[in-house]
């Protein structure tokens, strides 16, 4: 016989052996990962603990990445008040909401009364945080801004996932939305398009920042109403002493310091005018 057969014979003698062994020597389990808390699970309390990711699709001097537009400025005064941590994160428009919805951020840094109709998971304050002027703005063409209607003639731009102005010029057959102040400005300045619409404040401060000459305020505003805070539902237990620190802010002078502090450049002001 061979030594190959010897080998082949001893190896098949001593598997009843090994084999249960190896069987029974199972592995233990490996432990489960620990669970990050979702969205729909974390608590939060006003005691140092809670953290707001905020969404923003604003540009300077509303909120600014420097920190020093008007609603960075109101906010670290609110949430310090009420200590509460917040940072503002800059999305496009509709990306926005529905990460506020979805409850992957915490919410939105102002939007229009109603928008719970359609995003159901979210809240507002009952306090309005801002006013807003949607202007139109042209280079080219100038006339009296007389509602939708005396837009129709024209290639129009304006922020995508602004619900307010999609609904208004829903029946626009030239309209251009995009995700940014300077894209429109940068358009309207190379005549690629006729007229941008957007808050006031927020296109004087582009074409300050852009240098854009030549660039006019048509009149009157377009629109005009008032802002909200809006926060994921599972934040609702907040929005009350939110609401009454705003109040006070209002009251005390701060909300209008600050408005100063972050519009003075680009807007005189009348108090009464101007606090929602």
């Not at 389990?29 to 990711?53: C, N």
């Not at 296109?203 to 920042?209: K, T």
Request: hydrophobic residues 40%; aromatic residues 10%; glycine residues 6%.
């Amino acid at each position: 016989m061979s030594v190959l057969f010897y080998l082949r014979l001893i190896v098949w003698m001593l598997l009843p052996v090994v084999l249960p062994s190896v069987v029974t020597a199972a592995p233990a389990p490996a432990p489960a990962p620990a669970s990050a808390p979702g969205p729909s699970d974390a608590t939060f309390s006003t005691g140092g603990e809670t953290r707001l990711a905020l969404n923003s699709t604003f540009s300077a001097p509303i909120t600014s990445p420097a920190g020093d537009g008007f609603l960075d400025l109101l906010y670290a005064e609110l949430f310090d008040r009420l200590d509460i941590d917040f940072e503002i994160q800059l999305l496009p428009g509709e990306r926005a909401l529905r990460n506020a919805d979805a409850g992957i951020d915490d919410g939105d840094v102002c939007r229009i009364a109603g928008l719970d109709e359609q995003y159901t998971n979210l809240r507002r304050t009952r306090e309005a945080v801002l006013e807003y002027r949607m202007t139109v703005f042209s280079r080219r063409h100038d006339f009296p801004v007389t509602g939708p209607e005396s837009l129709l003639p024209y290639e129009l731009g304006f922020l995508g996932g602004w619900k307010i102005l999609e609904e208004v010029t829903a029946g626009h057959p030239r309209r251009v939305m995009l995700d940014n102040t300077d894209q429109l400005f940068l358009m309207l300045a190379h005549d690629r398009l006729d007229l941008v619409l957007v808050d006031r404040i927020m296109g004087l401060q582009a074409i300050e920042r852009l240098d854009a000459t030549g660039i006019k305020v048509l009149e009157p505003p377009f629109l005009q109403g008032r802002w909200y805070l809006y926060l994921h539902k599972r934040h609702r237990e907040l929005l009350p002493a939110i609401d009454r620190e705003l109040r006070k802010m209002k009251e005390d002078g701060t909300y209008e310091r600050l408005r100063r502090r972050a519009f003075g450049a680009f807007e005189e002001f009348d108090q009464k005018e101007h606090i929602p």
